[in-house]
C-alpha cells in the first residue's frame, strides 16, 4: 500500500524559501513516477514538477523552473521541493503523488496518479 506524507509547509514572505518533504512507502523509486502537485483556493489541482525514476529525468513546469528544486533520498524513502523566491502567486496546498509503474513523458498529468498524500499548505505573503 502506498502512504506519503508531506511536511515543510508554512508562511514566508515573498523572495523567501521553503522546503517541502514528502515520506513515502509501497513504490519503487526505480521504475515509477512520483510529483509535486499544488491547488490554489477555487482553482484547479495543478502540477509542480515530478521525477521519472524509470527514465532518470526531472521535469517542472514553466511557473517554478528556476525557482524550485526536485531531489530524492533514496535512504531516507523521500521526496523534496526545495522553493526559492517564492511569490504570492505559489500560495496553495502543495500535494506528493505517485504513479505507479513506467510512467512515459513528464507525469504531468493528474489522472496519472493513483496515490496522494494529504497536502501541506505553503502561504506566501507579500
Known amino acids: 500500500q502506498v502512504q506519503l506524507v508531506e511536511s515543510g509547509g508554512g508562511s514566508v514572505q515573498a523572495g523567501g524559501s521553503l522546503s517541502l518533504s514528502c515520506v513515502g512507502s509501497?513504490?519503487?523509486?526505480?521504475?515509477?513516477?512520483v510529483a509535486w502537485f499544488r491547488q490554489a483556493p477555487r482553482k484547479e489541482r495543478e502540477w509542480v514538477g515530478s521525477?521519472?525514476?524509470?527514465?532518470?529525468?526531472?521535469y517542472y513546469a514553466d511557473s517554478v523552473k528556476g525557482r524550485f528544486t526536485i531531489s530524492y533520498d533514496n535512504a531516507k524513502n523521500t521526496m523534496y521541493l526545495q522553493m526559492n523566491s517564492l511569490k504570492p502567486e505559489d500560495t496553495a496546498m502543495y500535494y506528493c503523488?505517485?504513479?505507479?509503474?513506467?510512467?512515459?513523458?513528464?507525469?504531468?498529468?493528474?489522472?496519472?496518479?493513483?496515490?496522494w498524500g494529504r497536502g501541506t499548505q505553503v502561504t506566501v505573503t507579500s
Open positions: 521525477i521519472n525514476f524509470y527514465f532518470d529525468s526531472i
Open positions: 503523488a505517485v504513479a505507479p509503474g513506467v510512467l512515459y513523458g513528464q507525469g504531468l498529468r493528474r489522472s496519472d496518479y493513483p496515490h
Open positions: 509501497g513504490y519503487s523509486a526505480s521504475r515509477d513516477c
